[in-house]
């Protein structure tokens, strides 16, 4: 058959055994129901079929004839005595904890350490060949099966499948069977695929059997017919055996069987540290003994089958594999081959597992205790457990190799059970004999050990050819008494037979008489004790008197109840005696003991004599009726048997009463003092549970924590292997649970790979004991990508400071990784910002500097805070005269109080000041200011432009105005001199004329008189100025001279008053601050302006009462004045037209405490909505080309608001006229006056 | 040996059983069938340990049914 195919049903049939063992110890599903039932206690025993039973048993039967029988006879006489010695063996197990039959023998002969180690030795010499002969069968029966095939190609597994079997069988029996350091825990996986590979075992040979036996034979009848039975070599196969040894052999076998079946060490496993309770035992008792039978049943015809078939007879432990080969069944012989692959790892797993326990309990563990540097290694007890089990394996495993074919071990079976043999005497006097001593066992074990040496596998060896035979035909030293196979001389026994008969003899001999020779110690002699107490309680109790249920209540009650009723009412009486069979606990018994009919009786009497007297009431009661005598004999036998089933005398029993008295009175005393000692075991039970109870909580919390943390959590052990994480650390790494995590990958490095270096880093670190904290490193995440975690870690360290865990915290900072890895191109992309506006800055500070060098401005910066100077400008120091530091320093006249840094808080433009320079001289200037940050400290640039020039300018622009506005009122005040100088002229004219002749009449009247005087005709002369004075016409004259000498002095005095106007309005003190008239400022405005007006317009002067005075310049407010009427009659001008009708002119002051407020209205055509923005703006004008230089309103604002800080409003409606309104303070700050 | 006589004290079925497979497994018991041979051998020897089986099962069946409760809950625990 193909070997893969056979490799393929070997992998799942051992997958279908990790499937039991895994669900039985899980106990679920079928195989935990199946490994719960008593019959896997009875399978497991199968374990006895090993791969000898299963292929041997053909060929021994072909070989030697029915003798293979006794080996499963043998045990089955031993069975017979099982729930005597095996129970006692359970329950000695249960009590002393035994763990396998060294310990066991070793425990019952005062704990002895050497004991434990001969037995240990015996058994690992004993079984190591078995191992190796149940692994051969594997490799054996696998080679057969498989180079039948022809399937060459794949020599390969042929030749691989020991070692992976003997791996497979490894990992099993260390998963199952020593995953947990108490070796007498019972391994129910174990167990159960024990039990499952016994039925395998089973069901393959009876398959095979009645395939062999039905199918191709044609029955039973046919096999046993003489065409079978004539076979030459069937001869051999239906006898005992050979010659006259046939007998005695078999007495051997059935000895080694017995002995087999109770102290091979797999066997001892199962049956007694496998035992769950000794009840299992009963039904095994039987169940074994018939698998027995049935496994053995076909072996008979398979063998006559096999020789009928031609088969040599050397080759008949192949029989059963074989015969399907030959006949073309390859399903049977698969079939077979794994039943007989169930037979052979059955018995290497149970025991490799025990022989483990026994090497590393009574061998390594002595061994450590005495090589001190070895002390160590009792810590790793479990992993001596799993050394052993690998060494015993490995060694079988071997010990197969090297064997092989050889005589040695293909006998090793029976060679095996002659070794366990030597342990029957120590183990079953353990369990009969009291006196069996240390001494006794230990002499025995050795001296029959030794024996099986040289009379069993020695000679076993010698025929291997191993070395030369001849001292076992002559002796060694040519000592022919001491020849091995015919010991003193002894030439009847067989082999087997001889070796056995002299090895128990001086084993069993020298355990006997060293043991009564020797006394045993106080310990030995304690813990027989208690071996054969508990046999005693093993004891099922056989009934006796004391518990033959003879006596009928029903009867009794009859005889009592007349009794009673001679004292009582019937309802009391029947009272009595159902308390008193209640008070004994026999209330719906029909039958009773003599006992309890005893104790029945006097709780009656007693009841009794407390009405009538004890004297009374035993006289009563005891009458024949009530207690006849042949009862009371059967009493006395009763208690007699109690006696006898004590084992002692009245006498002993006496002083056994008292001992027990004086004991219990002890065992009271000492019963208080374990009360007390309770009631402290309670206090402290209860401090612990309070303790234990805020452990659990602070584990819970801790655990809460664990679990709700959102860092990762993990221990590993030092290699980094994960032993713990929390739910955070499956979560970072990708996986849904920890469990998945842990099951996935287990091993925190394979995390770490990406940066191999770096993980070694950390872990050497953690290997020399250091703490390793904020280790950043990338990890793998479960979807492949890379995240970068931070772990911090620390080394725990056993007590020689080796590394043995590490725990830690993972935190996932791939986003902050990511933050920064941005931060950081941010940071050199800013950097290469900053690189390149510093580039920009500086140029732009060149720049600035240059364009603050090369401005015609002064710049100051000072400090917001402190008004300090901080830094200038060269043009500051031109025009200012202060060398930078001084200003800098705040020196000279240059102080803060300064005019420039006057309302300083806020950004303000082109505000002009006078400044006084240091060598006292005055500058007009301009101010920006500017909050800057500059040097980082808040700081105001003060720009200051030197404004003299522009001063002069608008002086002269002012000049220019002011004489424009003359030169416009120049024609008029001519106009207005001339009119006044015109009449004034026509009457000096008049005046001269009429002075001309008045004074001819005042020449003739001058005349007259001297005339008269003289004496002279007067008449004539009277005549002559009469007709003068009549010329004269004198009457007009006195009217019209005084009205001309009058009207002439007004004109004077209107010429004057319009030179004087013309006079204060073009002075140049005008323009200094002073005192001003406004009334009278618009008085002689409006005189001025007279002939600008008079023809369109009437004025309309009302001026406040109150006269108000302010502070100011004449000049220019003047001027303002007069640009406001003269822009009021042009605009009624506008508007009349040549209509020669006239507007309105009004000019009207008021006055409160603060202000004086000027109105000038008029009814003109007013100003479009969309002009009047503008009307202040230099050169605007709404007037016709050359009638306006759109300079006058503009310089009427400044005037107003900056010169004198008043306001300046104008109200327009197109069509009906305009008011300009202006407001001035009544006072200017002195500061200004700067 | 009285302490080994007390062992077996309640036990004469297993004892009976015991010895009385032993001699019919045993020589001389056993040469009777043996001198025939062939299926009379073969025939003894299983018919007789089937019986030996079903002696043991009658007789665990009545041990198991003289456990006393006491023992049974031991056996338990």
Redesign the interface.
């Known amino acids: 058959m193909n070997p893969f195919i056979i490799f393929l049903v070997v992998i799942i049939y051992i997958g279908f055994l990790f499937y039991i063992a895994y669900t039985a110890e899980k106990e679920t599903g079928i195989a935990g129901k199946f490994a719960r039932s008593p019959i896997v206690y009875s399978l497991s025993l199968a374990v006895y079929c090993t791969s000898w039973t299963f292929y041997g048993s053909v060929g021994k039967a072909a070989s030697s004839g029915?003798s293979f029988?006794?080996v499963y006879?043998g045990p089955?006489?031993?069975?017979?005595?099982w729930?005597?010695l095996l129970r006692r063996m359970v329950l000695i197990k249960d009590k002393y904890r035994i763990t396998s039959i060294a310990d066991f023998i070793s425990a019952r002969y005062g704990k002895s350490q050497v004991l434990a180690g001969v037995v240990t030795l015996i058994a690992l010499v004993g079984n190591m060949p078995y191992i190796a002969l149940q692994m051969k069968a594997i490799k054996s029966s696998f080679s057969l099966i498989t180079t039948t095939s022809g399937a060459s190609s794949s020599t390969w597994i042929i030749d691989h499948f020991g070692p992976f079997i003997v791996i497979i069988m490894t990992f099993f029996t260390i998963l199952f069977g020593a995953r947990k350091l108490d070796p007498t825990e019972r391994h129910r996986g174990m167990i159960a695929a024990v039990a499952m590979e016994s039925v395998v075992k089973l069901f393959a040979f009876l398959a095979c059997g009645i395939y062999v036996t039905y199918f191709l034979a044609g029955g039973f009848s046919e096999i046993?017919s003489p065409t079978f039975?004539n076979h030459p070599g069937a001869a051999t196969v239906?006898?005992?055996g050979d010659g006259n040894n046939?007998?005695v052999t078999?007495?051997t076998l059935?000895i080694l069987g017995m002995s087999a079946i109770m102290f091979l060490p797999r066997q001892f496993h199962v049956a007694v540290i496998e035992n769950s309770?000794?009840?299992n035992i009963?039904?095994a008792?039987?169940q074994f003994?018939?698998y027995m039978?049935m496994i053995n049943?076909f072996v008979?015809p398979i063998a006559l089958f096999g020789i009928n078939a031609g088969i040599p007879v050397q080759q008949a432990d192949t029989y059963v594999l074989s015969i399907p080969i030959s006949h073309g069944n390859m399903w049977m012989a698969l079939l077979v081959f794994i039943g007989g692959f169930a037979a052979a790892t059955g018995m290497i797993m149970i025991a490799a597992m025990t022989m483990s326990t026994m090497v590393v309990n009574h061998l390594c563990l002595p061994l450590f205790n005495i090589l001190q540097p070895l002390a160590g290694m009792r810590r790793h007890l479990l992993r001596w457990h799993w050394i052993g089990i690998i060494a015993i394996l490995s060694g079988g495993y071997w010990t197969e190799t090297k064997l092989g074919e050889s005589y040695a071990l293909v006998n090793m079976g029976l060679i095996s059970f002659a070794a366990v043999l030597q342990f029957a005497p120590a183990a079953i006097g353990a369990?009969?004999?009291?006196k069996g001593s240390k001494a006794g066992a230990l002499a025995g074990l050795i001296t029959g050990f030794a024996l099986w040496f040289y009379t069993l596998l020695l000679p076993a060896f010698a025929k291997s050819g191993w070395f030369d035979s001849s001292f076992l035909d002559k002796g060694p030293w040519g000592i022919s008494i001491l020849r091995p196979e015919h010991l003193f001389g002894m030439n009847t026994l067989p082999a087997l037979s001889h070796a056995v008969f002299w090895s128990l003899l001086f084993n069993l001999g020298l355990f006997v008489l060293i043991s009564c020779l020797f006394r045993q110690s106080e310990e030995e002699h304690r813990i027989a004790q208690d071996f054969?107490s508990l046999?005693?309680k093993a004891?099922?109790?056989?009934r006796s008197l004391s518990e033959d249920k003879s006596i009928s209540i029903a009867d009794k009650h009859v005889a009592l109840l007349e009794v009673l009723n001679e004292y009582f009412p019937p309802e009391k009486s029947m009272e009595i005696l159902n308390q008193s069979l209640a008070r004994r606990s026999l209330l719906g018994q029909k039958n009773i003991s003599i006992i309890d009919f005893s104790e029945y009786h006097r709780s009656i009497e007693n009841i009794l004599a407390g009405s009538i007297g004890s004297a009374m009431a035993h006289r009563a009661l005891n009458r024949d009726v009530v207690f006849p005598r042949k009862e009371k004999l059967l009493l006395s036998k009763a208690y007699a048997d109690i006696l006898s089933r004590l084992?002692v005398s009245p006498q002993e029993l006496s002083e056994k009463i008292n001992f027990y008295r004086e004991r219990e009175e002890l065992l009271m005393t000492h019963s208080k003092e374990l009360e007390k000692r309770i009631v402290e075991k309670e206090q402290e039970i209860e401090a612990r549970t309070q303790a234990e109870r805020a452990l659990q909580e602070a584990e819970l919390q801790y655990r809460s924590i664990f679990d709700n943390a959102l860092e990762g959590i993990f221990q590993t052990s030092a290699d980094g292997r994960l032993l713990t994480v929390n739910p955070a650390m499956a979560t970072i790494l990708g996986y849904d649970s920890p469990e998945t995590l842990m099951r996935e990958v287990p091993d925190i490095r394979v995390h770490m790979q990406t940066n191999p270096g770096r993980r070694d880093t950390f872990f050497r670190r953690l290997l020399t004991g250091k703490q390793v904290n904020n280790f950043e490193i990338q990890v793998t995440h479960a979807n492949g990508k890379i995240l970068w975690i931070s772990l911090n870690a620390r080394p725990i360290l056993d007590d020689q400071g080796k590394l043995t865990k590490i725990e830690g915290i993972a935190e996932d900072i791939s986003k902050r990784k990511e933050a920064e890895d941005k931060l950081k191109r941010y940071h050199e992309e800013l950097e290469e910002t900053v690189r390149l506006r510093t580039a920009e800055v500086l140029e732009n500070q060149t720049f600035l500097q240059e364009l603050l060098e090369g401005i015609q401005a002064a710049v100051i910066v000072v400090q917001q805070e402190s008004i300090a100077v901080m830094d200038c400008n060269s043009i500051t120091e031109q025009l200012l005269g202060y060398d930078k530091k001084a200003l800098m320093a705040a020196e000279g006249s240059f102080e803060k109080d300064s005019v420039l840094f006057a309302d300083l808080g806020e950004k303000s433009l082109n505000k002009e000041f006078v400044v006084e320079c240091r060598d006292g001289g005055t500058i007009p200037v301009l101010r920006n200011v500017l909050p800057v940050i500059y040097k980082g400290v808040p700081a105001y640039a003060i720009i200051l432009f030197d404004i003299s020039e522009r001063k002069a300018l608008e002086l002269q622009v002012n000049m220019a105005q002011k004489l424009q506005s003359i030169g416009q009122l120049a024609a008029g005040i001519a106009h207005e001199i001339n009119t006044p100088i015109q009449y004034i002229g026509s009457n000096l004219s008049f005046l001269s004329e009429s002075f001309g002749q008045l004074l001819e009449v005042h020449k003739g009247y001058s005349e007259l008189m001297d005339r008269a005087k003289a004496g002279d005709d007067i008449s004539q002369a009277i005549e002559e100025v009469s007709r003068q004075v009549e010329t004269l016409d004198l009457e007009f004259l006195q009217e019209e001279i005084p009205h001309a000498v009058t009207e002439s002095l007004s004109g004077v005095d209107q010429v004057a008053s319009i030179v004087k106007a013309m006079k204060q309005f073009a002075h140049p003190e005008q323009d200094n601050l002073t005192t001003v008239d406004i009334n009278s400022a618009l008085q002689q405005t409006a005189a001025i302006s007279k002939n600008e007006w008079k023809y369109v317009a009437e004025l309309q002067m009302d001026l406040d009462n109150i006269n108000p005075v302010i502070d100011g310049y004449p000049g220019p407010l003047n001027q303002v004045f007069l640009n406001m009427m003269i822009n009021a009659a042009h605009a009624i001008q506008e508007k009349v037209g040549d209509s020669g009708r006239k507007g309105h002119m009004s000019v009207r002051t008021t006055s409160d405490d603060s202000s004086v407020i000027i109105s000038i209205a008029d009814t003109g055509c007013g100003i479009p909505a969309d002009k009047i923005q503008k009307i202040f703006d230099p050169f605007f004008t709404t007037k016709a080309v050359g009638k306006g230089t759109g300079q006058g309103l503009s310089i009427a604002y400044t005037i107003i608001t900056e010169k004198h800080k008043g306001t300046i409003e104008v109200e327009s409606e197109v069509g009906r006229g305009t008011t300009f309104t202006i407001r001035l303070p009544l006072h200017l700050q002195i500061t200004e006056k700067k | 040996m009285e302490k080994i006589s007390n062992t077996w004290k309640g036990k004469p079925a297993a004892l009976f059983l015991f010895l009385a497979c032993f001699f019919l497994f045993s020589w001389p018991l056993l040469s009777i069938p043996s001198e025939s041979g062939g299926i009379v051998l073969i025939s003894y020897l299983f018919l007789l340990w089937l019986l030996v089986i079903l002696g043991l099962c009658h007789y665990c069946r009545n041990e198991a049914g003289n456990l006393t409760e006491i023992q049974r809950d031991e056996d338990h625990s």
Do not use: D, G
């Not at chain 1, 089955?76 to 005595?81: A, E, G, K, R, S």
């Not at chain 1, 004891?539 to 056989?542: C, L, S």
């Open positions: 029915l029988l006794a006879i089955t006489l031993m069975i017979c005595l729930w005597i046993f039975l239906i006898k005992l046939a007998y078999w007495t059935i309770s000794p009840r009963l039904p008792m039987w003994p018939l039978v049943i008979v369990l009969l004999w009291q054969h046999s005693e004891q099922a109790p056989t084992n």
